[in-house]
C-alpha cells in the first residue's frame, strides 16, 4: 500500500477528492500547524527550508501567474515582503523583469541573496524611507498588507514611487468563508497562528478601500477559487485576488 500512495496521488480522481477533502474539513477544522501567539518569521522559513523553500506551491504558483499577466515585461519592481524570492524569481525569469526585494527576516533575505536575487532586510511597517530611495515601475505586495496595521499609510506613502501598484489578498467574502461563519467559526486564512492577518477584505470592500484612497482598480484577477464561476462573480467565488492599482489623480497612460 505504501508503494501504491505515490503514484494514486498522481491520478486525477484522487487529487479531485483530496483536494474536496480538504476544502470541507477547513470548513471545520483549524491547521494542524496552528498555534496561539507572536510569529516569528525566521521560524517560519526554517521550518519551510526542509519542504519547500524557494519552491511554488500550486496556490503561489497561480498568484505568479496572475501577477505575470499583468507586470509590463521589463519593469523595474519592487517586492515588498519577498519571502523566499520564488515568486520574484519567476518573474525575472518569465516577464524579464529588473528585480528588488525587501523582507524583515534575516534568514528569508540570506536565501533571497543566495539564488542572485537583490533583496535588502527591511520592516515594511517603518516609514517608506528608510527601504526606499528610488522610483519603480511596479512596487509589489504579495499577500502582504492583510498583515500590517496601517496599509493605508503604506500605499499613499508609496504612490510617489511607482506608476503602479500591484496588491493580492484573500477575499474574505469567498462562499467557503461565508459558510464557515454560518457554521460558527471566522474565515480561515491563516496558516501559523490567527493573529497574522490583522485587516481583511471582500471584494466589494476592497473596491471601495481603494476609491476612498484615491486609487482606480485598473487590472482584477481571481487567481484561486472556483474555475470560471470566479471570473464572473468574483466576490463569492473568488478565494484570492490580484488588484492593479493607479493613483486616480493621474492621468491613464495612453494605450
Not at 60 to 79: C, K, Q
Amino acid at each position: 500500500m505504501t508503494r501504491l500512495k505515490p503514484i494514486l496521488r498522481r491520478l486525477p480522481p484522487y487529487l479531485w477528492l483530496a483536494n474536496r477533502y480538504r476544502e470541507l474539513r477547513r470548513l471545520f477544522a483549524y491547521p494542524e500547524t496552528a498555534r496561539v501567539g507572536v510569529t516569528d518569521y525566521d521560524d517560519y522559513w526554517d521550518a519551510k527550508a526542509g519542504s519547500g523553500l524557494g519552491k511554488l506551491s500550486p496556490f503561489r504558483r497561480a498568484r505568479a501567474e496572475a501577477l505575470a499577466r499583468v507586470i509590463p515585461p521589463g519593469s523595474r519592481v519592487l517586492d515588498l515582503g519577498v519571502g523566499d524570492g520564488a515568486i520574484l524569481k519567476y518573474l525575472v525569469e518569465r516577464v524579464g523583469i529588473e528585480a528588488h526585494g525587501v523582507d524583515v527576516s534575516p534568514k528569508a533575505v540570506e536565501y533571497c541573496r543566495s539564488i542572485g536575487l537583490d533583496v535588502i532586510l527591511a520592516d515594511i511597517k517603518q516609514p517608506v524611507s528608510t527601504f526606499i530611495d528610488a522610483d519603480y515601475d511596479c512596487i509589489l505586495m504579495s499577500e502582504i498588507i492583510e498583515h500590517i496595521p496601517d496599509p493605508e499609510a503604506l500605499l499613499n506613502d508609496l504612490r510617489r514611487h511607482a506608476r503602479m501598484l500591484i496588491v493580492s489578498v484573500p477575499n474574505t467574502g469567498y462562499h467557503q468563508h461565508r459558510l464557515r461563519l454560518l457554521l460558527g467559526r471566522f474565515p480561515l486564512q491563516w496558516v501559523v497562528t490567527p493573529g497574522e492577518h490583522l485587516r481583511f477584505w471582500t471584494v466589494a470592500d476592497f473596491r471601495w478601500w481603494a476609491a476612498q484612497l484615491g486609487f482606480r482598480i485598473t487590472r482584477q484577477i481571481a487567481y484561486q477559487g472556483t474555475p470560471f464561476l470566479r471570473d464572473v462573480w468574483p466576490n463569492l467565488f473568488g478565494q484570492a485576488m490580484v488588484y492593479v492599482l493607479e493613483d486616480a489623480h493621474q492621468e491613464s497612460p495612453r494605450p
